[in-house]
Structures are given as C-alpha cells and as structure tokens.
C-alpha cells in the first residue's frame, strides 16, 4: 500500500542512531517486500528483534488438500463447522479450519471466544473479513477496534494477535466470525485502480479517506502486559507440510510490542465494506467492477447492497457464465440472495463453482428478479486462476445437494 505513513518516535534520517531518553540506541528493522524492491517500514525496537531464546515445531491444523473430483459445485454451511456453545477455547489463529486451497491461498474460517497467541504468518498477506462480532487487533504497527464487516489487511511477517469481545458485552450481541484469505503473496488493490505513483484514482469504487492505518505505537506497558516478559510467537511458514505449509513457535525473551515508532508504506490497515461505492449500469455489470484486492493468482470482490439494472428490459440477476479460467468462491455474509433462491443458501455459506461448470441463477430466479431496482445482499468473492482443492472444513459442511439444484439430477427439483 503506497501511502507513507509516519507513527510515533522515528529520527529525522533513516538509518542513523536514534536514543531513548536514557542513551540506549533503538534497533532498527526494516519490513520490506520483494527483497529491498518494493514498499517497506522502518521499524525502531527497545529490544534486539530478531533474540530467540527458544524454538519449537507447531503444527497449523489439518491443512490436507483433497481434489474436487469428480468436478462439482458446493454449497459449504461455514455456520455448522462451530455449532452453538461448541467454540469455547477456540482463538482466532489455531482454530481456523481450512475450506479451500491451492498453491496460492488458503481460505478459511474460525469462530472465536479466545485471545490468540501471538502469531506471524511468513507465507503472505492475509485479509481477514470479520463477518459477525467485533474484536481487538493488536500488531506491532498498532492497535484497531474491528467489527462485522471489516477486512483487516495484514502484511507478511507482521506479529499481530486477535481479542474477540465477549458477547453479550456493550454492543457485542454475537461471536467473533472471521473468513481469512490467507495468500502466498501479497494482497493490494487492484492495479487498474492506481495511479503510477500509488494513488486511488477518480474511478476506484473506494479511496485513502476510507483505509483506517494505525495512529500511535502500541507498547507492552499500554496494554498492562510486562515489557520484560518472554512471549511464545506462532509462526506459519514454508515448510514440508501439507500444501508446503509448516509452523514453529519462537520464544522471545521480551514482549513484542517494543515498537516506539515506524514510517513507510508497509503496514496493516482496515477498509470497512460498507465504505465500498458499487458500480452500476442500464444492464448487468460483470464481476470485476466488484474487485476490491488482488494478489497473485486471485481477486478479492464484494457484493454490496446496490441499485441494480435500469435498462427497461434489463434482467438484474447474472447470466450463466462458465468459469473458463478461474474457480468462483462465494461467501454469503447478510442480505437477501436472489440468484441463489431455492438453494439452501443463505448466511454463513459458501458457493464453490469450479472451472469447467457452468453455473448462473436457480430456476425461477431470472423472472423472479424482474422489475427489481435494488439488491439486499452482502457477499464476498475470491476468483482462483488455478483450482481450488477441498480442505477438511470443506469436507466436513458440505451439504452434498446443491450440485443437483438446477434441476435434472439427484436430489433436484425434476429428479429422484
């Protein structure tokens, strides 16, 4: 994200001492991407960050990967994976399940009550889309207040950890449901969007007004926690696991929020979707006028509620369309979802609609659309541009129907 940003206690050249008030020099580290070539951080640390004083293998759940074969689409009902008072003791980095994978991202999915461990993942960016609840995200960078509806867009490498609110506290009615896009690279907005020099153009559905980065140093001390104290860091890294995937924990002799300032433009930041401005026509829009980030291999686009089609003959729901290069994932998060009427989905499901499938409306749903002027429905979408395998959490909340609900097949409304 190339937009300087300068937080906290940093000196007034790079590379050059910088005290604290006793004479002691900060350490120095730079956060860069793409070796040395791309956006960076300086950030200045009380202690040495790169001290370990031990380290041990963790094992980052079941990350194996299951071919969709034979080819299918799937409706996946993420809400049954933690069913009602089964998610105690569950945080949000250990008790994510993994839905789908390929070489390029894993998607999965968690419903939290826990304070996670601290955590870094070496592999890529994560965007984390938080579909119901509210939390606490505390980085290195700085601390956010999240809520339904946010992406928390992480940078590699960034040491982070997620605080669910309690339900039933002040204005948390619901757990702490989140959908993490983790990708083996890094996660932006689109290019198309972006000047030369880094800018959100006039066209972007979006701009920096609506990118909330952090605004002051978070220190161990500001939080209550013993700057001294030796703190266990989950890390997910390149490894010989499933899907090349491993996981170490490094014990550090000291907190790691000893951060007294940084400047750059590599940082985590939030963008709420609601501050998403849809883009529409006298006829319907394809998906990429939804595309909010892009990462190697993938796009990320939301559906928002939006007025549709005004073209007097217009037919607001999409076309069938057959994925040629990309497998289509979609997440239904609130709303009402007229392409999908009559096949089980609703809030807390995913669509999977593989290339190689042609797939559209359900039936009735065309003529059911017609005359409508607005869409209730709020969704998000990763396009892959290689297939998506199936995870152990896919396996599990499968519904094993919804291949079958365009009618002409088992299960479907003209078969057995």
């Not at 940003?5 to 956060?31: C, N």
């Not at 207040?145 to 992406?151: E, F, I, Q, T």
């Not at 686009?301 to 290069?325: E, G, M, Q, T």
């Amino acid at each position: 994200m190339a937009f300087y940003r300068s937080v906290g206690s940093v000196p007034p050249k790079r590379h050059t001492q910088h005290r604290a008030p006793d004479g002691e020099l900060y350490r120095e580290e730079l956060m860069g991407a793409e070796g040395f070539s791309s956006d960076s951080s300086l950030l200045y640390h009380r202690h040495l960050p790169s001290a370990v004083t031990d380290i041990r293998p963790w094992s980052p759940g079941d990350l194996t990967l299951t071919p969709n074969e034979p080819l299918a689409p799937r409706h996946l009902s993420l809400h049954d994976l933690f069913a009602a008072g089964a998610d105690r003791g569950v945080d949000a980095v250990r008790g994510r399940r993994l839905l789908l994978g390929n070489a390029d991202v894993r998607l999965t999915y968690v419903a939290a009550d826990t304070a996670s461990p601290w955590y870094r993942n070496a592999l890529g960016d994560e965007c984390v889309f938080v579909e119901r609840g509210s939390a606490r995200l505390e980085t290195v960078f700085g601390a956010f207040d999240v809520r339904a509806g946010h992406y928390a867009i992480i940078p590699r490498a960034t040491t982070h950890r997620w605080l669910p609110s309690a339900p039933g506290s002040p204005g948390h009615v619901e757990p702490f449901r989140a959908y993490a896009i983790e990708a083996n690279s890094h996660i932006m907005p689109p290019r198309r969007y972006l000047s030369r020099f880094g800018q959100l153009l006039e066209h972007s559905p979006y701009c920096e007004r609506d990118l909330v980065g952090p605004t002051e140093p978070l220190l161990a001390e500001d939080i209550g926690d013993d700057p001294g104290a030796s703190t266990e860091v989950y890390i997910k890294h390149r490894g010989a696991g499933p899907a090349g995937v491993g996981g170490s924990v490094h014990v550090l002799p000291h907190h790691p929020l000893d951060v007294v300032g940084w400047d750059g433009c590599l940082y985590p930041y939030l963008f709420h979707i609601s501050d998403f401005e849809p883009l529409t026509g006298r006829i319907h829009q394809p998906p990429p006028v939804h595309q909010v980030f892009e990462a190697h291999n993938l796009v990320i686009c939301n559906f928002v509620p939006r007025k549709v089609d005004y073209h007097p003959l217009a037919i607001p729901v999409p076309y069938y369309h057959s994925n040629v290069d990309s497998d289509e994932v979609m997440f239904y998060v609130d709303g009402d979802y007229e392409a999908r009427k009559g096949s089980g989905i609703g809030r807390g499901s995913i669509s999977l609609h593989p290339g190689g499938h042609t797939h559209g409306p359900q039936p009735g749903a065309m003529e059911a659309s017609l005359g409508r002027e607005r869409f209730d429905e709020t969704a998000v979408m990763v396009d892959t541009f290689r297939p998506l395998d199936l995870g152990e959490g896919a396996l599990a909340c499968d519904d094993g129907v919804y291949r079958w609900s365009w009618g002409g097949g088992r299960g479907g409304p003209s078969g057995a």
